[in-house]
Every structure is written in C-alpha cells, then in structure tokens.
C-alpha cells in the first residue's frame, strides 16, 4: 500500500514552504495523482510480463501517433510492454493500469518534445487501464474521441494542454470511477453544455480552466452535483453571469472542497462572502483577475483552514482588514492591483509563516510596520506602485527569510541606506527593487548580501557614489542604477563575475571606466550614456567578454574610443551608440569586425571621413542607422538591397552626389536633410510608398515632382522637401490617398493654386507652404476639411482675396501665418473661436505629444515649424505645442482690430503690421497677459495707447510705430522697459521715453533725453530677438522665468550659448 502518511507530509509541506502559485499548484496536483495511483492496486506495478493482446494494442496506439522526438523508442524494442516508457502493469494481473505519456513542460515552445496524430480505439483493449495522462500533446486537428468513455475503470484522466478541438463527448459522463479529470488549456473545445458531469460521481478533482463556459447556463447546477469534489479549477472560462442562488458542493457533500480557483473570469458583481458560503475549510482560494468591487469581506476570516488567498487584480477598496494578522495559517497572501487604502496594519506582522506577501498596484499611503520586520517566514515582500513615502523602522528587522523586496513605483524619500538597515538580516536576498522613487544619497554596501541576482535603484535622486571600493557579487545577474545624480567613479566589478547587465545612464558619475568591467565575460549590456566619463575607451576594456549584445557609450562629452583595428573581439554586438563621443576624424576600423549590428547609433561624433565599402559589406544586418551631425562626405551606394533597413539618419553631413535607393518595402524612417544631394528625386520618390517619415530638406534638390511621386508622397505622416528648388505644381487626382499629419514644402518654388485634392488629409496637423509662388485664394476648404490643423504656414506667397470665415473653424490651431502676401479685407471676428490660442499655457504630457510621431521602427519622432520675426527666423520643435502665434502681417488688411481678439488669452505672438488698419488699440489688449510680441506698427490705427497694456509683464518686444495714436504714453509697469523707437512716427504721442512732453509736464535736460533715447534705441534693437522663454520651457522653469529669459530665442548667437550652457540637461531629456 502506498504510504498515506508521506502524501499528508508532502501537503502540508506546500501548504507551509512554498510560496509560487505554481508551486502550490503542481504539489497539490502531485499529491492527488499519488492517492490515485496508490489506490489502483494493492500491489506493485512493473509487472514481469505484460498479457500479449494488450501489447499488440499498445503497438497499434504508437502506430496511429506521430512521434517526432522518439519518446516511444522502447516500445517494441522490448518484449515486456511493462518495460515500456510511460506503461505501468498490475504485478498481479499483469494488466495495463497506467498509461503515462505527458510531454515535458518547457519553457520555451521551440524545445518542446510533443506526440501527435491520433488516439487509437485500441486502447479500448487495456481493459484495466485506471491512469491516463497525455497531456502537454499536440492533437490539433482531432477532437477528444468518444470512446475515452468506455474505459470505464479509468480513475484518472489528464488531456490538458494538448490542442484538442470541437465538442466534449457525452460519454465521458461513463466514467464513474474518475477522481481526477483535467481538460485546461484546450481553449479551442466547444463546451456548450456539461450535462455529462454529474454522471462523475467519484470525481474528487475537476480542471476546466481555459474552456469557454459562457454559453453553459447550467455549469454550476452540473457542478453542484459532484459530492465528492475536494479541488475545483475553473480559471479563464468566460464565465461573468450572476450567480444568484445557486450553490457549489456544500458542506452537505461527502468531502468538504479544500480548493477552489475561479481566478481571470468576470464575475465583478459578486460578493466574496457568496463564495465561503458553500465551505469553510478552503485551504486554496484564487479569485483573482475578476474585477470583484467592494470591501474585502470579514467572512474571510471564518476560514481558519486557508492556506493560499488571491484577491489580486480586482477592484477592492477601503483599507485592509485587521483580522487578516489572525489567519495564521496562511502562507500565501496577494491583494496586488486593487484599490485598496490607508496604511500597511499592524497585524500583519502577527502571519508567522505567511512567505509570500504581495500589496503592490494599490493606494496604499504611510510606512513600512515595525511588524513586518517579524516575519521570519516571508521569502517575498512587494510593496510596488503605492504610495508610500516613507517611514522606516528605527531598528533593523528580523527578515532572515527574504529573498525577494519591491518598493518600486513609490513616493519614499529618505536615506536607502536606512532602508538597507531594515534588511539587514535578510542575507538570503536575491531581488532588491527600489526603482521610481525619491530616494537620496550614496549606494550602500551591497556585498553583505551575496546571493543578490538583482539590483535596481533606478529613477531615484541618489547623489552619492558607491561606498564600497569593489563590488563581491558572485551571483549578481543585473545592476540597475539609472537615472540618478550618482558622481564619482565605480568599484571594482570583477568580482562580479555573472553579470548581465550593467546599466549606469543618466547619471554624473566621472573618471575613467573602470577596466575590471573586462572581467565580466557573461556581459550582454553595458550602459553608460548620459554621464561625464572621460578618458579613452579601449579594447582593454572587453579583453574578457564574450556575450556583449548592447553597448551605449553615448553622452559622454568627453569620452574618446580609440580600439585597435587589429583587435578581433569575442562578442558580436547588436546596439552600438556612440552619439557625443569622440571617434573621429577617420571612420572607425574597428567596427568592420561587428557583423550582427542591428542598431547603430554615431551620430554627433566627429567623424571627417567618408564610410569605407567594408561597412556597407558587413551591414546587411542593420535596422537603424544614424550617422547624423558629422562631417561624412562622398556618395552614398545603392541600399535598395538591405532588407532589414527601417530607419536611416544621414542629416547634417557633407554628402552629395543623387539620393541613393533604400528598400521599397520596410523602411519607416529616412533623414536626409542638411546635405548637399542634388539632381531630381523621381526614382528615390517611387520606393517611398508605405514609409512613415521622409525629410530632404536642405539640400539641392531640383525638378517638377509627377503625380505618381506626390501619390507616393502622401502615404507618408511625415514629409518635408523645404528649403530645395522643387518646382511645379501640386496635383489634384480623383484617386488620392493622404495619410500625411505633417507638410513642409517652404522655400521652394512650387506654384498654382492650393490643390483640393489636400481635402483628403484630413489627419494633417502642420502645413508649411510658405515662401513659394502659390496664387489665387485662401481656400474655404481648409477650414472645413483640415480641422485637426495646429500649424498653418502660407507667408511669403502670392495669395490674395479675403481672409475665408472657415478659418475660424480651426479650433486647434496655435501658429497662423498668412504674412507677406496680398491679402485684403477684414480681419474676421471670429478668431474668437481658435480654441487651443484662447488657453493658457499648459505645460502637460498631452500637449507635449500633440506634434511628436511614433514611428514603429524608431524612436519618437518631433515636429518643428518655423517662425519669422522681423527678417529673422527661428525653429521650434520640442517647445512647439506652447508656440500659439498670430501673423498677418504685410498684406492688404483693413478695418478694424476685432477686439475679440482679446480672448486669445495663450497667445505669445501677434503680428499685424504692414496693413492698412485702422481704428484704435483694443482697450482690453491687457488681457493677453502672456503676449511676448507685439508689432501693430505700419498701419494707420489712432487713439491712445490702453493703459492695460502696462500690466502685460511678459512683454518682450512691442513694436507700435508709424500709426495715428495720439496721447501720453502709459509710463508705468512693465512698459517702462521700452525705449523710444517702439513709438516713432506717431506724432501725437508725448511723454517718456519720447523726448516730446505733454501739456502740463516739465521738459526733460536735453542730455538726458537724449542719453535715454540712445540707450532705449539700444534696447530696441536688442528687444526684436524674443520668445526666448521657450528656452526656459524646454528646461523646465516656464512662467516663474518667463520674463528673465525673455528675450533670447530669435538671437542666435544667444541661442548657441543657451544651448552649450545647459547641453547636459538637453541631452536628459533627449
């Protein structure tokens, strides 16, 4: 007889030490196979000689199977079919009782060993059979045969995982004898009805986890009728109906249910206490991933058997219930993904073997519980994604069984340090995660801890440096320190010896790199970008490594990588970034030996070379390409056969010669702007169809572009051909398909009239037109079709008529120049209705991705538009969802400024001079309170200067010569900060800082007048270099500096020295 008291062993041993779900799972499954196996005979199996008829029949089973991976090679090469693999015979009777043939569980689906074909009849012949497991098969193509349920002393049966398909056969319900049944995972087998069920009266334990039980009214009548069901698994089968009176097996049943797992259902209207009314001697209780709403209920607490509770991933609220410390027997504890609040009880410390506790995913506010330090048993603790801040216990806790910590995700400040003294017993921890928080100074010894596999305190504000000299982590699989404030040099990794992944980016840390990380030989990442190392980076540095996949060295100013092209290195990278290190001036030799590069990134690296043929003959890998803001010259070769090329960057080099030929199919990105190619774009344009960003602007470009290029052209979201000399005109073709939400076409010489055919882009956020010889009117259609507009650019063209009342129904429009053209009428009153211009500055996520593409291949993508103020031009991309800008200047307007225009209350920019308007300055112009320019000059207006103009402190440049206006000049607030010029030509103007006086005031000392004119004609010609405080938004102090840094943008000497001074900051949020 099997021993019963070694199975009660094993259980209760789950039900204490292990904490996985798992884990949990397979023991309690293993423990219900050995009682079944031990229950078939009283004897031992392997019997001398198995009965000849049974043997044949087993023949016949392995013939009709295909057996790929011969896991069936010892039938038939032995004569004792009892010695065969997977066959157990009665010692007895030399029957076939046990027919045990599950493939492996891997993990990897490409290792995996499976049987399929079909499923003999002949096993109809093993009469005695009691065990048959063929689970983890794959029987795709075949549904459950019906004769299964003839086998009528089969007391266990296992099919899970094994791809059968269509309906469950009746006849299973013959199967009286059956204490276990498992059909999970054969999601494709039509369960429309379980009428069989209670035809399984011995039936201890049931799985049909993965089964669509949607369509089954009556499952849990047909379950309720299983009196002897101990363990109940019916995860992922759809079901979401109310279940309202009806009952599982009760306690009125011969065995009590001791498991139960409805875990990733849809049963959000239920109430937890239905659940325990049927039984209060759970020990297994997984109602997980239900979207379960309310508190967690107290009639938990009744079940004093329970070992293992999962309410994760549901919609539980209020705080966690004290009387959860009082369940002492459990082992397993997940409320993760809820919405649970208040602070961690106290009680919880009182779950003296309770191993795994997980509270991450909730709302959870306060510190960590002196109590918890208690908990000898827990092996797992993860506190992630809260919001706990704070709140370490004084004293060192007792967690000497932990192996795994998560705090991840939290708002905890403090020294971790002090963190690392409530660990301090916990010398078996392996996970440590205290990423996405706040906490400050220098990385504590980790040594002490020498089973850690891995470390991450990524995204905190660390500002120390490593304590410890050298790092003794034999064991350590990844160090994670990123995006921190880190400084000084690092230990000595070679005693690190498995290490994986050494992530160091974003930080501050100095010196030279340590060549001890050449010991590393199991190093797949290496990631130092964005830091200040200097020095030289040589072969020395990897003389050991073997495995390196990923190498970002980039960001570091200073840092020079000199390898000797001699050099034949053990490891063949795929991401290579060098962006901002020194390389240059020859192409680097070295890298000829990499010929599985599938990213490489040398951009800004000060490169004077041309790329040398070995490149392109060890490329053929390669997927992204960026070779951008260097000085690489010569000719590109024909790329038309690099079929795994998606995104190329060649902009701001030297080359010149044709546009080379990408792939016509794969290719998401091409940058090839700020070059010297030249000739016409007809053969490049055809194999642009399917791509998402294409940008050749600044070059040399010639020639008309056909209707066949355009119709390719427009498949894009991104095209941008400005600053060439393309020509021609735009077609307008019936069958045009536009999925571009961005157009830059300024600075060329394309003419006609705006084609309609531009209606059918309607996703296009940016239109840039401008400076080209388009004519005719401003069309009503782009009001009406291109509603999703925030960029409208058509200055410096040929346009006439009036301005069209359909402009006004572009709501998201930020940026509107129709300047330099010859535009006549009103200004329309409606500009009330720009929606996006009437808002304040809102410095949110949402609006920094309004102008950035995403393309599949690529990083993010960012858009820019050009502005030009006073002759002078400037360029916003990263800052262009705040640029809200009005320009109508020099065309033929007349009339009146609406004073509805005084609503646009985010405006910074307004530009109507050179027209003919008349009338006065509208009184309420003061309202504009983040103007920054303002030129009304040109015009004949007339009236007074409105004194609220005083008020508008983020003035930068205002400009109201040559008008009518008349009267004193508001000499007060921030107007004072302007000098004379920004008044000429009014000759009814008087007071400061004119030397002109009112009636009534005293002249001013003709010295003074006239030291203040000429140093208010100085300010003036400095005062048209604005919009300078998008400088300060793209560091992240808008409004507080706004009108400190407000007048730098347009000048770009001052742009330059902004920009060297804060490149480190730049380069973080790059």
Sequence with gaps: MFPWTFISSIEMIGRKLFFAPSYVFVLLAFCTQMRIMASTSSTNYNGDHCLEKERLALLKFKDELIDDYGRLSTWGSMKDCCEWNGVRCDNRTNHVVVLDLPAPKVDNFFLSTPLRGKISSSLLRLSELKYLDLSNNDFNTIQIPEYIGSLEKLQHLNLSHSNFVGPLPYRLGNLSMLRVLDLSGNEDIDATELDWLPGLRSLQHLDLSGLNLFQVATWMESISTLKELEKLFLRSCGIQETLGNLSLPSINGYRPLSVLDLSSNSLGNISVSWFLNFSRSLSYFDISSNNIEGNIPCALSGLKALSYLDLSFNSFGGTIPDYLGDMMSLVYLDLSVNKLEGKIPDSLGNMMFLVHLDLSGNKLEGGIPSSLGKMVSLSRLNLAGNNLQGGIPPSSGNLSSLTSFDLSENKWEGQVADLIMFLWNSNMLEYLDLSSNSFYGSIPPLSRYSFLRIVSLERNGLNGSFIEKKLILPHLLILDVSGNRLIGSLPDLSSCSSLEVLNLADNMFNGTLTESIGYLSNLDMLDIHINQFEGTISEAHFFNISQLGVLDLSYNLNLSVNISPQWNPLFQLGTLKLQYCKLGPSFPRWIEKQRRVAVLDMSNSEIYDNIPGWFWDNSHSLQYLNLSFNHVHGILPNLSSYYNLSNVDFSSNEFDGSLPLFPSS?????????????????????????????????????????????KNLMTLEYLNLANNNFSGEIPNPDDWFCSLASLHLRNNNFRGELPRSLTECNR???????????????????????TELGVLSLRSNELS??????????????????????????IPRCLSNFTTMSSKPNISEENGLRFRLFPKAAASFDDSAYLTWKGREAIYTKTLALVKVIDLSSNMLVGKIPSEITSLEGIIGLNLSRNNLVGSIPNYIGQLEFLNFLDLSENNLSGGIPITMSNMSYLGLLDLSFNNLSGKIPWDGHLQTFGASTYTGNPGLCGPPLIKPCPGDETPKNNEAQSTGEIYDLEKEDGIISLGFFVSLALGFIIAFWGVIGTLMLNSSCWTKVFDMWKSVIFRQG
Excluded: R
Excluded at 688 to 710: A, K
Excluded at 764 to 786: A, R, V
Excluded at 802 to 822: E, G, R, V, Y
């Design 764 to 786: 296009l956020q940016i239109i840039d037109l401008g400076e080209n010889h388009f004519t005719g009117k401003i069309p009503t259609w782009i009001g009406e079709s291109l």
């Design 666 to 710: 794969h290719m998401e990105v091409v940058d090839l702007s700020k070059n010297k190619f030249s000739g016409e774009a007809a053969k490049f344009c055809n194999a642009t169809y399917g791509w998402t960003v294409l940008d050749l602007s600044e070059n040399q470009l010639t020639g008309e572009l056909s209707v066949d290029c355009f």
């Design 801 to 826: 008529g009036s301005l069209p009342a359909t402009l006004c129904h572009l709501a998201n429009i930020q940026i509107l120049d129709l300047s330099t053209n010859k535009i006549s009428g009103i």
